[in-house]
């Protein structure tokens, strides 16, 4: 075997010895060295082209993994009793043409792949000006901080705190975080048995309505919103009837009069940005204890909000238990952490738990573990403040911007947000322009599937900006401002030849 030839075309972002022990697992899977011995450290260094140290430790982890043993003067072999975990032979082999149609359609009581709702391009980080909502540049990622955070967590001494089962409980830490270092920007006080871990806001409306909802629950939702959230509680049954929003965010009076659960996003409403003022935000508390409504507050961007002097959230001005405040970590840290939490009165939330516990006990505990320390340790703090800074300088680009190339758009634009919402000039469809600007490596969102309204308008959309550098800025709306006016000029021929 010392003649064979194994090559690894190395990637960028793992280390040689990651990458080599997947393939040398690989080809002890395949049976590829069989009883031979592998070759030499050295041989697999020049074949490989790395230094033999590398090498070197790729095998001992095998072999402290039991993939190979070492034999002294002969060298290292793959370990003959991985043959006694070779998995069984499959007994039935499926035969393909045989009709096998168990019409599922016919059985499905909900289709969600049919809801209508946000097309996210996965490939969102290979456009050179992704102007989308929700992702952040990974360069801005606290890595060194996380990854420190990370290796304290899972040391030996700290390994039982989150590799045990939770059941239905909470990483005691975090929820202490949450209460001591996060609520209190929000003017939020709360026990620790009135919050609850979530997997993000989604999860958290799914909580929420399948707790609360049902064929005779009246929801009232926000429109245009997220809609996912009108998804999740279309799904559980709930009545929708979907709410008249003006410059103060959602209209009060006899639209809410009859609603059992009324959800909102006072701070930047989702995704008009509007900020819901003072004296509306009185009006709302006030019109939900005349008519016992309760209130759900989507408070998804505070944490990350640079305005000077933000307004207190609703749960804060809550004398009653009234309100249920959602919050989330995806917008100031990373969404694809997935950790949320709730906070309402500890009735409520010991049933939450308990249906949490029925559909996965909780958040993982390796995930909680590491967030409280990486709070704690005051990175958290350290992490906002210069992401803060940073999207204040984004926003006042996209302002500028946005004004100077969008000049046949309707802008709205709120201080703090995390995007602009758009309306294009008519007859323009934001569909068509998301389509033409691709080709330009320009990624917009259209706003189609926030409204709930059918036919929803066509024209609006939103331009977010915290995954695009800021040096990107300017020229993306300048080829986007391009874009718009070469479409009107030549609307529809340029549309039908896209087609």
Known sequence: MTDCLINVEFQSGRSFQQQIREKLVDLIQKDY???????????????????????????EGLVDECYLISKERSGYFVNPELNDYELPETVHALNKTQKNDLGWSSRLKKIPSSFNTLTKDKNWITYSYPFIYGQIEPIH???????????????????????????????????????QNILPKRGITARADEILLTMGTQNSFSLLAGLLTNE????????????DQRHIFNASRSKLTFLKLDDKGVITGSQLSHCDYVCVTPSHQYPTTVTMPLERRIELLAQASKDDFIIVEDDYESEVNFHERPLPSLKSMDEEGRVIYTGSLSKSLSPGLRLGYLVADA??????????????????????AVTALFISQGYYDSHLRRMKTLYETKWNLMSQGVKKHLKHCQIKETRGSFCFWIKLPEPLKSSDLVRFASNYSILVESGDSLFAQSPSPQNYMRLGFSAIPETKIEKGLEILGGLIDQLLKEYPKKVHAMN
């Not at 304290?152 to 975080?177: F, M």
């Open 33 to 59: 060295f069989g009883d031979a011995p592998l070759p030499s450290s050295r041989k697999m260094a020049q074949l490989l082209g790395v230094s033999r140290n590398t090498v070197m430790l790729v095998y």
């Open 141 to 179: 990622f606290p890595l060194y901080q996380w990854r420190e955070c990370t290796r304290v967590a899972q040391s030996r001494g700290n390994v039982h705190e989150w590799i045990e089962d939770y059941i239905d409980a909470d990483s005691k830490e975090l929820i202490s975080q949450i209460r």
């Open 216 to 227: 005779d629950t009246l929801v009232g939702l926000e429109d245009p919103g997220y809609p």
């Open 347 to 368: 009735e409520l939330i010991k049933e939450l738990r308990e249906l949490r516990r029925l559909q996965y006990r909780h958040p993982p505990a390796n995930n909680q």
